[in-house]
């Protein structure tokens, strides 16, 4: 599919280009290799450029990095976005920051989502998008948007009225603020694509720079702490051990070391007459909660950043707390489903209807709501203690039983009822 885009040579100045075909490459700019090719110095100069700049830069990252990319995101001129995508890369190793980020996230993409026509459910409609890889991958980086700001999502292969594969576009070609991609993250050119609306999906569901903005000097200053820790593991952990000989030979005091070296964790070792094996133990036995006070500390502020509470990531002092922890983290959940649900309809469906999708203008996408058998159980004898007969067809479908036959109709009812609570 073609589209027209503006070509953004400068932050300043935009001129219509021609138009740009989306192929496997982001930005239709694909570089391959073959045949006489291989003899093209240009094309092969092209091609490890392009392999170069797309390579994840693994060095660990400290503040000054975290600093740097801010600046760079936030300069006036033209903003730049793969440094922070780099250091969120690096964060993102944190295992609690991890643990908090996908707890959050699957309290949102783990519901049933469905097509509803009037509030009602169509199941026609919802077979479009139920166990559909596509669907499943465009939930969840639509999510993530929340954690790393600004997302474009991508209908890489799609035939009328069927998506086959989506893809997520680098964050790092983003101009931050402004929906246009760069040829790569070094350039100052790229294209418009402020009013493609069928094969790339906008998501925001946070800020631009995203969340972990806010996360990242707790995640590196607690990764000093580990290291600090590890250090002093080393330093004081292991008891230290000296031998004092009487001879002062050279020779003989090498090899006592080299017999010590060699005696390694065991518990024994042979020495000459004359030689003292001291073990001198570390006699601080709470120096190590300088660290890991101060790692539970970034931990729980962590957790606070992510789901507003700490609760459901740490051990509650009672249940009554545990119940208000809870509670503030559903009310993060509903936001974030009700800005799901926004982005799917307005995105999402809007695309699907351009691409060739059969969807009525009063079809939605909305969450199923389930039903908790404790809560329903006791719903449902306060209905039948009431002279309510419920239907066997409901009683399965609630509870997931198979009933072979029904109470008879000619029984009392307050009998039935009797029975049912027993």
């Given amino acids: 599919m073609k589209h027209k885009f503006n070509n953004v040579k400068t932050a300043k100045k935009v001129v219509r280009s021609n138009r740009v075909n989306f192929s496997g490459n982001v930005l239709g700019k694909t570089v391959s290799l073959s045949g006489n090719d291989s003899q093209n110095i240009n094309k092969i100069t092209n091609l490890m450029v392009d392999i170069i700049r797309r390579q994840r830069r693994l060095w660990r990252k400290e503040i000054t ?105 680098d964050r790092g070609i983003h101009i931050p603020g402004q929906k246009i991609l760069l040829s790569d993250i070094n350039g100052n050119s790229g294209i418009d694509v402020s009013e493609v609306n069928d094969v790339l999906l906008y998501a925001k569901f946070y800020n631009n720079i995203g969340i972990l903005e806010k996360a990242t000097p707790y995640a590196i200053l607690k990764r000093h702490s580990w290291g600090s820790w590890d250090e002093f593991e080393e330093m004081f952990g292991v008891p230290i051990r000296i031998a004092k000989v009487a001879s002062q030979s050279d020779a003989v005091k090498n090899e006592v070391a080299s017999w010590l070296e060699e005696m390694g964790s065991a518990a024994y070792g042979v020495f000459p007459i004359g030689t003292e094996i001291e073990i001198k133990e570390n006699s601080k036995t709470d120096a190590f909660n300088v660290f890991y006070m101060k790692i539970q500390a970034l931990d729980k502020e962590l957790s606070k950043l992510i789901l507003h509470q700490t ?19 559903e009310e993060v959940t509903k936001s974030d489903k009700k800005k799901m649900l926004s982005f799917l309809n307005k995105r ?75």
């Fill in 311 to 329: 609760m459901t990531t740490e051990n509650g002092s009672s249940r009554s707390q545990g119940e208000v922890h809870e509670n503030t983290l």
């Fill in 65 to 169: 990095d975290w600093q740097a990319g801010r600046y760079a995101f936030y300069q006036s001129e033209i903003p730049k976005n793969y440094q922070m995508q780099e250091v969120y890369d690096d964060v993102l190793l944190d295992g609690h920051l991890t643990c908090v980020t996908e707890q959050r996230t699957l309290r949102t993409t783990n519901k049933k989502y469905i097509f509803t026509v009037n509030g009602i459910k169509d199941d026609k409609l919802s077979e479009l998008i139920e166990d559909k890889e596509w669907f499943e991958t465009i939930i969840d980086e639509a999510h993530k948007s929340i954690y790393r700001g600004e997302t474009f999502i991508f209908i890489k292969d799609f035939e009328k009225g069927n998506i086959k594969e989506v893809e997520l576009i």
């Fill in 348 to 422: 999402l469906v809007t695309a699907m209807r351009l691409i060739g999708y059969k969807i009525p203008d009063n079809a939605k996408i909305g969450i199923e709501q389930t039903v908790d058998p404790k809560e329903q159980i006791k719903i449902d004898t306060e209905l039948m203690g009431n002279g309510y007969v419920l239907k066997k067809q409901y009683i399965e479908k609630t509870y997931g039983v198979e009933i072979e036959r029904m109470p008879s109709e000619d029984r009392p009812l307050k009998e039935k009822t009797t029975m049912g609570k027993a």
